[in-house]
């Protein structure tokens, strides 16, 4: 496995993002890959792969975002190394939080894109949540050791309810999407995401 990035936006360097292309048939992500495969098929839509770098189904923690953004392909992973502001946020603030990449799968509530091509970033539409419901069983069936759900923005915190049934149990924390557009509003959001991520920490150690 080759080292860590030591900054985001790692994968804007075609060297790195060919070199992580390399490893995304490691048997830890494989299963992660097929349902995404199938959900791909089943939505007529791109599914971006799990991150090969990230816990893939040995993960502990599971962090949802909203939905894959119209930039995503460009590296074709769930990953908080693109090159853009969410996923530069998303890996600083993991890295505060002290939260190992090999404890996390970062996925999407709506897994596929729902933007067409050449189409701003857009929240996802009611009939996309309920198109993407079913999918969330069998992503938790892959993940046996999962200790603790984060919850990113308002759309994913809307998974709680189907976590609880599916989980009973299981902590599930929500923090506000880490979108610079969120981020910058107020001092308030990006101080509640490192609460909410310093809680998770505190579970992974203590589970």
Known sequence: MPPEPEAPKSLADPAALA????LIDLP??????????????????????????????????????????????????????????????????????????????????VPWVIHAPGALNRAPRRSEARAAEPYLAPLLALLPDLVVVVLAGRFAGGCAPMLATLRPGLPVIAIPHPSPTYVCTS????????????????????G
């Open 28 to 109: 830890h992500v494989a299963p992660i890959r097929a349902l995404a495969r199938a959900i791909a098929a089943a939505q007529g839509a791109p599914v971006p792969d799990p991150d090969p770098l990230d816990g893939g189904v040995t993960a502990r923690l599971l962090l949802l975002l909203e939905t894959p953004g119209p930039m995503v392909l460009r590296t074709g992973f769930v990953t908080r190394d693109s090159a853009n502001g969410t996923a530069a946020n998303l890996f600083r603030f993991l890295r505060e939080a002290g939260i190992a990449r090999r404890e996390t799968l970062i996925w999407n509530a």
């Open 187 to 206: 001092p308030e959001v990006p101080a509640r995401i490192r609460r909410g991520l310093r809680e998770a920490a505190d579970i992974l150690r203590g």
């Open 19 to 22: 070199a992580r292309r390399a």
